[in-house]
């Protein structure tokens, strides 16, 4: 295996969208409350929009239904969407009735609109996830956060680069991903 090969799993690997949203919706949470409460919210965000969807996507490859969790064949990704879509709709519904943070309850909407992009683009083309959950994390800190977080952009780059350096992308595709992620949760914050 090649350094570049390496070097882009091992991003791949640590900028997985779990991960991203674990450590990104847990400071959001803390930043939308502005206090230890929101870390709950956050987190409560994190397993919604990314630990529960990681579950089954490592519950199926188990099963054998995928190779591994890049679920690189686009036809066999919408039961995916679906279950993030339903994730995402109970976790922001328990935020509700729980009275979240508006910016976290904001920012799940967010997560859900970009899902429902990702579903209908993939219906005709493949998207990065990795990189729609990147640019949609960096921006909402952003916003929510501090505009300091804009430094951030080079990781959303380096997922797309990781993502075209192992072919499981185009440069558009991680880009039309990124940029969807972006798009997303800036007009649902702005």
Known sequence: MSTTTTTARTVTDILQPRNVLLA???GLGAAAAGSWTGIGWGLLAALCAGIIPAGYIEWERKRGTWGDRHV??????????????ASIGLGSLAMVLGHAPRDILLAMIALWVMTVGLLAINTVWKVSVDSAVAGAVVTLLAVVH???WIAAYPLVALVCWSRVALRYHTVVQTMVGAGLGLATAAAWLC
């Open 72 to 85: 690189v064949d686009r036809t066999k990704r919408a039961p995916i969407f679906f279950v993030i879509l």
């Open 146 to 148: 501090s505009p300091w």
């Open 24 to 26: 990104g919706l847990t």
